[in-house]
């Protein structure tokens, strides 16, 4: 759907923005997930510890970006296009669901002892996150997002070149079949987080470009 006003008309009529506080509620859990991801891949938390605490920050970002969602029907006027917040809140959402859904594969394949490929990616995850945040945090006044969003994708790069090592780390050494399937996946699991960053970024950039 298309802005109901330009960007300059907008800015003289008054608007919720009660979605720019959600979305950065949001982000700040998605990092607090990516934290807690980060501090079993480091030996700093045990990974019962981290799933409860991962599963919990889901379950909040879940309840958050429904309010978001729900809210789009009775709001009149929009702080930004109403399909960029519902592309928003989904895409921040997937960044979450991803994280957690590393976290259950570590828990189902019984990984005990992290790889160093494990720890860099996580460590990756928790800086673009981190990008997230910030982007998010900017997005009222619209300065600086750019520049957080050029970050993120600089992190999506250094994420696929990881995840490039850490799979041909896997055929390279002589490591049981079984194993090589059970990182492989958890491996792939943490790029897709890294690549949903990215996709945050692109929705970010296209509502500054919009109301520019």
């Given at each position: 759907?298309?802005?109901?006003?330009?960007?300059?008309?907008?800015?003289?009529?008054?608007?919720?923005?009660?979605y720019?506080?959600?979305?950065t509620?949001?982000?700040?859990?998605?990092?607090e997930?990516?934290?807690?991801l980060?501090?079993?891949?480091?030996?700093?938390?045990?990974?019962?510890?981290?799933?409860?605490?991962?599963?919990?920050?889901?379950?909040?970002?879940?309840?958050?970006?429904?309010?978001?969602?729900?809210?789009?029907?009775?709001?009149?006027?929009?702080?930004?296009?109403?399909?960029?917040?519902?592309?928003?809140?989904?895409?921040?959402?997937?960044?979450?669901?991803?994280?957690?859904?590393?976290?259950?594969?570590v828990?189902?394949?019984?990984?005990?002892?992290?790889?160093?490929?494990?720890?860099?990616?996580?460590?990756?995850?928790?800086q673009?996150?981190q990008?997230?945040?910030?982007?998010?945090?900017?997005l009222?006044?619209?300065?600086?997002?750019?520049?957080?969003?050029?970050?993120?994708?600089?992190?999506?790069?250094?994420g696929d070149?990881?995840?490039?090592?850490?799979?041909?780390?896997?055929?390279?050494?002589?490591?049981?079949?079984?194993?090589?399937?059970k990182?492989?996946?958890?491996?792939?699991?943490?790029?897709?987080?890294?690549?949903?960053?990215?996709?945050?970024?692109?929705?970010?950039?296209?509502?500054?470009?919009?109301?520019?």
């Open positions: 759907m298309a802005p109901l006003l330009g960007g300059g008309m907008l800015k003289l009529l008054p608007r919720d923005d009660k720019f506080e959600r979305f509620e949001i982000a700040s859990r998605v990092h997930g990516a934290q807690a980060d501090q079993f891949f480091s030996g700093q938390a045990p990974l019962p510890q981290v799933a409860e605490r991962v599963k919990a920050l889901e379950h909040e970002c879940d309840e958050l970006s429904h309010e978001v969602l729900r809210a789009i029907d009775k709001t009149f006027i929009t702080p930004i296009d109403r399909e960029d917040i519902h592309r928003l809140a989904v895409r921040l959402d997937d960044v979450i669901d991803l994280i957690d859904g590393t976290v259950r594969r828990v189902l394949f019984k990984i005990r002892q992290p790889t160093p490929h494990s720890r860099r990616l996580s460590a990756i995850i928790v673009a996150t990008e997230v945040v910030e982007a998010v945090a900017d009222r006044k619209q300065k600086g997002v750019i520049a957080h969003c050029i970050q993120i994708k600089k992190f999506e790069n250094e070149v990881a995840y490039q090592d850490a799979v041909a780390s896997l055929f390279a050494d002589s490591i049981e079949a079984i194993e090589v399937i990182w492989k996946d958890v491996y792939e699991n943490m790029e897709r987080c890294i690549d949903q960053c990215e996709a945050v970024a692109h929705v970010l950039e296209s509502v500054v470009l919009k109301n520019s």
